[in-house]
């Protein structure tokens, strides 16, 4: 349904936000993350274990806490963006651009004509309120928020080039993925790493667009904001549903040992026990 993007006014605003992943494919979690008071959700397509629909039923169910989504595409496809867009995502991340003709890409399959390609169905979409939206198309425009992503070492050599697109609102820095384009993967607090980080954070803070990225070693979502950073998604509800299953058989397997009771008839993960298993950041 259409409403003003929050989000980007925020952002417009001067403000810094902190949201958090929803990478489930369950409505349910991304409506309890709605409600808890994080700035917004990003409904995650790339790597996320849901579809579409439970892409377009997560923003349905989001949509009664007022919370802002943005819906990450699996890939820079101008048909996957037109039926989100339709569906009512009203901003949307794009993973892996790494040219300016890339950004200017997502963009253009965003707007509508004359500043793009995206195609018409106004009139019937749940994006314009099933064509009860006046001015939709116009409103449409203006009222969408682009998050690129920068995620190799050859995208913050051409980083420059993909803040000057227009339309381009906000420049993420897909951490994990640029130290895997170097042969870095998960060795997220090598010096190689980090350095390639801090290029891109100049370039982006230089260009003046809002800047985003994860949390990540050698960096919390505290140091980010201090760094410059304006928009930070933190938690992932898989790893909140996972760390809090954890706590809970820690706290039985003590109970157990401190009441004689023995051990628990099997540990967290399989053979290893749960103080073993150490989370790792891999969105």
């Not at 993007?5 to 605003?13: F, G, H, T, Y």
């Not at 980090?194 to 003046?208: H, P, W």
């Not at 505290?222 to 938690?235: D, N, T």
Request: proline share 6%; glycine share 10%; aromatic share 6%.
């Amino acid at each position: 349904m259409y409403r003003p993007n929050l989000l980007k006014a925020r952002l417009e605003a001067g403000e810094s936000v902190y949201g958090a992943w929803v990478g489930s494919g369950a409505p349910a979690n991304a409506e309890i993350l709605g409600h808890v008071g994080f700035d917004f959700l990003v409904i995650d397509q790339e790597h996320g274990a849901g579809e579409m629909a439970d892409a377009v039923a997560a923003l349905r169910a989001v949509e009664a806490s007022g919370t802002p989504c943005v819906v990450r595409a699996p890939w820079n496809d101008p048909i996957w963006l037109k039926r989100i867009l339709d569906a009512g995502a009203e901003s949307v991340m794009i993973p892996a651009v790494e040219t300016a003709a890339a950004a200017e890409a997502a963009v253009r399959a965003c707007r509508y004509p004359p500043q793009g390609t995206r195609g018409y169905a106004a009139g019937v979409v749940r994006a314009s309120t099933f064509g009860l939206e006046p001015g939709y198309t116009q409103k449409a425009n203006q009222n969408l928020l682009v998050v690129a992503q920068i995620e190799s070492a050859a995208a913050v050599e051409q980083a420059a080039e993909i803040c000057a697109v227009e339309g381009v609102d906000v420049v993420f820095i897909g951490v994990n993925d640029l130290a895997g384009s170097i042969g870095r993967l998960e060795q997220l607090d090598h010096p190689e790493v980090r350095g390639l980080v801090r290029r891109a954070e100049e370039v982006i803070l230089a260009s003046g667009k809002p800047m985003g990225t994860v949390p990540s070693a050698g960096a919390s979502w505290q140091e980010l904001f201090a760094r410059g950073h304006r928009l930070v998604v933190g938690p992932h509800d898989v790893i909140l549903l996972r760390e809090a299953a954890r706590a809970a058989v820690r706290e039985h397997a003590s109970f157990r040992a401190a009441s004689g009771l023995g051990a628990p008839a099997r540990a967290a993960g399989g053979s290893e026990s749960p103080e073993a298993l150490t989370p790792t950041r891999s969105y």
